[in-house]
């Protein structure tokens, strides 16, 4: 049984031409569902993206009471 987590994330992007939207969610994909994600830097082509994702994950060690 896998379980849900928000997990905070740090990228960085080098951008390509073409739709610059469409890249971002590209890089975020693999990482889960985003469901923030801001551009915090930019240094030539490479971005900074800060996003949280909503991921799968092992289940933690809390239990619920029985």
Request: charged share 15%.
């Amino acid at each position: 049984m896998s379980s849900l987590a928000l997990r905070p994330l740090t990228l960085r992007v080098r951008r390509q031409p073409g739709p610059l939207l469409a890249q971002i969610r590209v890089a975020l994909a693999p990482h889960g569902e985003p469901l923030r994600w801001a551009i915090t830097a930019v240094q030539g082509e490479e971005l900074c993206l800060e996003a949280v994702v909503l991921s799968s994950a092992p289940p933690t060690g809390c239990k619920p009471p029985p």
